[in-house]
């Protein structure tokens, strides 16, 4: 299986996301203060900057696949 290039971008965001996911459910549960936290508005913002790359990925695919489907007709 190979990687797309354009998948890259969506998973660099949401692997950022969710890093700060575990780095602060570890850090709650140690009960230590917190070094590394993104906040709120930057969770929403690298969620929302990961859907939608994923999204234009996605409609990149499909046009991709419309015009391999077209030269074959």
């Known amino acids: 299986m190979t990687l797309k290039r354009?998948?890259?971008?969506?998973?660099?965001?949401?692997?950022?996301?969710?890093?700060n996911v575990i780095a602060t459910k570890i850090q709650i549960a140690s009960g230590a203060k917190s070094i590394v936290r993104?906040?709120?508005?930057?969770?929403?913002?690298?969620?929302?900057?990961?859907?939608?790359?994923?999204?234009?990925?996605?409609?990149l695919a499909e046009k991709e696949a419309d015009s391999k489907s077209a030269d074959l007709r």
């Open 38 to 59: 993104v906040g709120d508005v930057g969770e929403f913002v690298l969620l929302l900057l990961a859907s939608l790359t994923f999204v234009v990925a996605m409609l």
């Open 6 to 19: 354009r998948y890259l971008l969506p998973l660099v965001f949401f692997v950022l996301y969710f890093a």
